[in-house]
């Protein structure tokens, strides 16, 4: 299951991706609340991975003195 998390004043925008941690399955909400994983069977434990999305830092203008 993957949610995107836009971007705030204080937190820049980022992914956060839950997988099953046996065997890195995408899951979904309904796979979560079940507590074992649909592909391989195992109880589930949550493997998440996270991406944070960077934006260039605007450069200013210097005056000359």
Do not use: R, W
């Not at 925008?13 to 890195?24: M, N, P």
């Not at 074992?36 to 000359?64: D, M, R, W, Y």
Request: with cysteine; charged share 25%; glycine share 4%.
């Amino acid at each position: 299951m993957k949610t995107i998390i836009e971007a705030t004043d204080t937190d820049p925008k980022h992914e956060v991706e839950l997988l099953c941690g046996a065997c890195s399955y995408d899951l979904d909400e309904s796979e979560i609340a079940s507590d074992t994983c649909a592909n391989c069977g195992t109880k589930l434990n949550l493997k998440q991975n996270t991406a944070i999305h960077v934006t260039s830092i605007p450069l200013f203008a210097t005056a000359e003195i």
